[in-house]
């Protein structure tokens, strides 16, 4: 089955129109054009974007995460709008913007989420090889086949990425950061011609024909790419993991909480003691009286006749008492209550009429 001009439109667009109604030209015979001064500014930006992409993307993990969930949504929803839309350009690229960032917002802030879609640039960038490849040899006519190469190796790259993670991220940004330095390199070459094949091999449309220029940008691609892995393998990414800085950051946080309840927990054993003793001042200050009175009533009870009769004749003076005081608790005691503390009775001598019990 071969591809006719009522299957497809555009099939003989290139042929019926002269190279000064598209940007390139036909014959291959210059390379000078006049740019576009916004695309222009664009693509140099991007190029710088792809060089940290191939060299430090491992490096740069967060911002990766979010500038793969950025450029694959942007991407896929602008061309939506441009096919299904009828809006202004400028009105589809601000929504394709807008949808962008929150994508690479999810993509950042969820891991597993910007692994995954990691992996399936990593499988969309493969099956743009194996197209580009096929067609070398084989004429798509089924336009299923490369939804199916592009699913396939979406999933599977984007599974190995869950699993294997630093590598697969090495040889995505690697791969990533060649796809962009090519496309701009295309840009100022020829025009996104290479760029423009590269697509139409996923709609199965012709392509206006390739120069031999157009292959040495492609091969610009593996190049970088390789270069790209080497470097963050050796370099770059040597000696670091994304997932020992997010343990870092996290045991810092759980380091800093224990040493803030330590610091807690010292406090209080520092002012336990101290407290203990002035609330056992104010209990024996509230209950002297009490405890006298119950101790005396102990010993009249135990005391023989005889000696009632002697301690009620007899009288011996009181010793001096033993009672041990700590004057600088009490006072802090004392300010603490704010006022006196009452006079305390010592329940290691109790006087019973004249005599002297200890």
Not at 64 to 88: E, H, K, N, P, R
Request: hydrophobic residues 45%.
């Amino acid at each position: 089955m071969s591809i006719t001009d009522a299957d497809y439109p555009l099939v003989s667009w290139y042929t019926e129109h002269p190279p000064t109604e598209y940007p390139y030209n036909k014959d291959c015979s210059d390379v000078t054009y006049e740019y576009d001064l916004a695309t222009a500014v664009i693509c140099g930006v991007c190029f710088v974007f792809g060089i940290v992409f191939v060299f430090f993307g491992y490096r740069c993990f967060k911002a990766v995460m979010f500038l793969v969930g950025f450029m694959l949504a942007t991407g896929v929803v602008y061309l939506i709008c441009m096919d299904a839309s009828s809006l202004d350009p400028t009105v589809n690229a601000c929504i394709a913007l807008g949808i962008g960032i929150l994508c690479g917002v999810l993509t950042m802030i969820v891991e597993v989420v910007g692994l995954f879609m990691t992996g399936v640039h990593m499988g969309l960038l493969v099956t743009v090889g194996v197209l580009v490849v096929m067609e070398q040899f084989y004429s798509l006519e089924q336009p299923f086949i490369p939804i199916v190469i592009l699913l396939g190796l979406a999933a599977v790259f984007a599974l190995l990425t869950l699993k294997f993670q630093k590598e697969c991220v090495i040889a995505a940004t690697s791969l990533i950061g060649g796809a962009i330095v090519t496309a701009c390199a295309d840009y100022y070459l020829e025009v996104f011609r290479m760029v423009q094949y590269i697509y139409d091999r996923f709609r199965l449309r012709p392509s206006a024909p390739l120069c031999w220029y157009s292959w040495l940008v492609f091969g610009i691609w593996p190049m970088v790419a390789f270069f790209g892995v080497l470097i963050q393998f050796m370099i770059t990414a040597k000696d670091y993991n994304h997932k020992d800085a997010s343990n870092t950051k996290k045991g810092r946080r759980v380091e800093l909480s224990k040493i803030r309840q330590k610091q807690r927990e010292n406090r209080e054993v520092a002012e336990e003691p101290g407290q203990k003793y002035c609330d056992l001042i104010r209990a024996r200050s509230r209950h002297a009286d009490i405890v006298t009175q119950s101790y005396l009533q102990s010993i009249q009870t135990h005391l023989s006749p005889e000696m009632q009769r002697i301690a009620s004749l007899q009288h011996i003076p009181q010793e001096p008492s033993l009672q041990v005081t700590q004057p600088t608790l009490e006072e802090e005691c004392d300010v603490e209550e704010g006022g006196k503390t009452p006079p305390q009775t010592d329940i290691s001598e109790v006087k019973v009429g004249g005599i002297t019990e200890v």
